[in-house]
């Protein structure tokens, strides 16, 4: 996490000593520094034992000695190992060489965040349509994250991390990394017996900069809006440095210069997911979510509520039934979900995480369940002839009765 703190807790950022090429960390073998962070360094490293290439993230050694951020790591690669879905960086194992932990993460190739791609690419901002679709499916990373009981905490450009061409925006996938912060709503570092300040100063919500135990549900609706800003303008709203520059800009509602050439519509969304009020927010990403929807719709771009259903809060299993096609699990969008419970505080990291059984789906049409696929014996039909002639007999039998019993 590449978070600033407030004082009287200030960790001052110094230049960290890097493993060096073909270090062996376990069974992994480090080819090389991807980039680094407040918690630790990320580097390219090849598995000796089955030679796939995989991102390590290692703890810095300072914090590595302290037991506390030891225990923030861990839960960090507890939630991470346990997340399954298309748009959620999933953390793969925790490993251990000599006493020092490390976070192994599926590789993204080229390794691109939305960061580094709009601030060289998009300066101006990418393609409305095209951004409003990539908004969408990060909103699916933290609905998903939500529909598990798990505040991101720290969601901002750097942290979405993309697949596929760079130049060509239609082509991205979106995965959303980092749970850092998600460890320290978990485990929160306190000075004088209250939870300091750890966060990203232009990326903050207001009640973050409060502290991480203020963090909810709406706070990472905030920092979306500030994503969809900086998606759609190539520009941030804060240029916060510190947590006083940051304070400073909360106090006032954000700006919307930079989208005045942007449909009333999405201004309009964007400035409730930002509100300095948790509860003028958006209450929950799928709120959101239809919100942008109806920009989509009046953009031309038409996706109904099914639409926005299927996308969201999509699971995927591992396990498949042979087909080769993942299994998913699409929850009615109308029925009252985990995250609007969450509204008034944060759900602290449960050790086990519920999981979803996945609904499998068959190719086959569905068919009414006969008798006998119900462990019951199947009857026969019977022909219609037969039924007639023996009605046909009964009646006639009634009829002679009538009459013996008449004469």
Known sequence: MNGLSAQPYRRKRKEHPRLPDDFQFGTYTVQGLIGKGGMGQVYVATDSIYGNTVALKVLHPELHADDG??????????????????????????????????????????????????????????????????FLKI???????????????????????????AREPETWVPLVTDFGTVALIANPVEIEGKPAVVATPRYASPEHLL??????????????????????????????????????????????????????SLIEVF??????????????VRELALAIRDVLEELGVQL?????????????????????DAAVVSPDLSAPTPSSSLRGAVRPIAPELETVEPVKRDATPARPISAAAQGQPEREAVPLAVWVAGSVAALLIVVIAVYSWAG
């Open 69 to 134: 951020w030891r225990t923030r790591f861990n839960e960090e690669g507890l939630v991470g190992t346990r997340l399954k879905h298309p748009h959620v960086l999933s953390a793969r194992e925790l490993v251990e060489n000599e006493g020092r932990i490390a976070l192994v993460l599926d590789l993204i190739k080229g390794g691109q965040t939305v960061e580094k791609i709009v601030n060289r690419d998009f300066r101006n901002g990418v393609p409305l349509t095209i951004a409003l679709d990539l």
């Open 139 to 165: 909103l699916q990373g933290i609905d998903y994250l939500h529909e598990k009981g798990i505040v991101h905490g720290d969601i901002k450009p750097e942290n979405v991390m993309i697949r596929g061409n």
């Open 211 to 264: 502290g991480v135990d203020r963090i909810e549900v709406r706070s990472d609706v905030y920092c979306l809006g500030l994503i969809l800003h900086f998606l759609v303008t190539g520009k941030h709203v804060s240029d916060a440095k510190n947590i006083q520059e940051a304070v400073s800009r909360v106090m006032n509602d954000v700006p919307i210069d930079a989208m005045a050439d942007h449909p009333a």
């Open 271 to 284: 400035e409730r997911a930002t509100a300095r009020s948790p509860l003028r927010r958006y209450a929950n």
């Open 304 to 324: 109904g509520l099914e639409d926005v259903q299927a996308e969201l809060a999509t699971e995927v299993d591992d396990e498949t039934d042979g087909s080769g």
